[in-house]
């Protein structure tokens, strides 16, 4: 079990349920040399190329870009975690996030702290249009639920995808056709090298003059000078942020002060550790019998 960023320890239980006949070993304070499968969650370079018996490589969440970065990644099969509890903790993360702009709290927020009351008139969900960036197994899951709420959804992908109810536009030619009138932007994508830095500043500016920011996908994916930049111009009215290029988010960064930031810290959904057990398990038993793994990651689309 490697990270250089969480103690994987709480994986030890679910593992010996999962793998009773297992041989656990927590990196850096035990060898792990002689390992053939390692759960990881974003190694440091250098550990994952000197474990020679490498079989399989695991990741505990549905992102495995922290992984796929490492440049000794061994040539093996790298695999993620589809946990529907996990799309579940996101459904109502960003449900939570579109009723706080829909909902005006993020003004309400800033008034308590001036003691101004005062009533905003109301919009009708069928008035808010909400735009997904992401159209996986979690963006559908909340393209759904905020449908089912009434909010008018659409949705981006880098491809071409169907959905009843939804638009979904496609491609960089339909990005700005998608923006445009987006008034609450929630991003679900995956890090790759074509989604690094694509809520930028050129993004923001295709946005509707007081429109929203949800980035619960990865924090690479935010430029964070651009987004301040925005809030400060008025032309972005706020942001909740998950997700950050570092984390812990350091103690000096001026996303914690911002006036229209809300800040949680990667919290919006986890994957049950008895579920990354079993998914590993039978991975393990699969690589081990020379069958193909489930949820294999497709290195040359990075998810």
Request: charged letters at 20%.
């Amino acid at each position: 079990m490697i990270s250089a960023h969480v103690d994987m320890s709480f994986m030890r239980g679910p593992i010996a349920k999962a793998m009773p006949e297992a041989d656990v070993r927590l990196w850096p304070n035990e060898d792990i040399s002689q390992a053939d499968v390692a759960l990881c969650w974003r190694p440091p370079h250098g550990v994952l190329g000197d474990m020679k018996r490498l079989r399989l490589v695991h990741g505990i969440a549905a992102g495995v870009d922290n992984i796929l970065s490492v440049p000794d990644l061994p040539e093996v099969p790298v695999c993620r975690v589809v946990d529907p509890n996990h799309a579940r903790g996101i459904v109502e993360y960003a449900t939570w996030a579109t009723l706080f702009f829909h909902r005006g709290f993020d003004v309400f927020q800033r008034n308590r702290l001036k003691r101004a009351w005062v009533q905003p008139r109301q919009h009708r969900a069928d008035k808010i249009t909400v735009g997904i960036m992401g159209w996986g197994n979690l963006g559908r899951a909340v393209g759904g639920a905020l449908k089912d709420l009434g909010y008018n959804v659409r949705a981006w992908a880098r491809s071409a995808h169907e959905a009843d109810g939804i638009a979904v536009f496609a491609g960089d030619e339909q990005r700005a056709a998608f923006l445009e009138e987006t008034n609450i932007l929630i991003a679900l994508l995956p890090l790759t090298a074509e989604t690094n830095d694509i809520l930028n500043a050129d993004l923001f500016a295709q946005m509707p003059k007081g429109a929203a920011l949800v980035n619960i996908g990865r924090g690479e994916l935010l430029n964070e000078p651009d987004l301040l930049a925005s809030l400060d111009a008025g032309h972005l009215r706020g942001a909740v942020l998950d997700v950050f290029e570092q984390e812990p988010l350091p103690e000096d960064s001026p996303l914690w002060v911002h006036p229209r930031v809300f800040v949680t810290p990667h919290i919006a959904s986890m994957a049950d550790p008895n579920v990354i057990a079993t998914q590993m398990a039978e991975n393990i038993r699969r690589a081990f019998a020379g069958e193909a793994v489930v949820n294999e990651v497709d290195r040359t689309r990075g998810y």
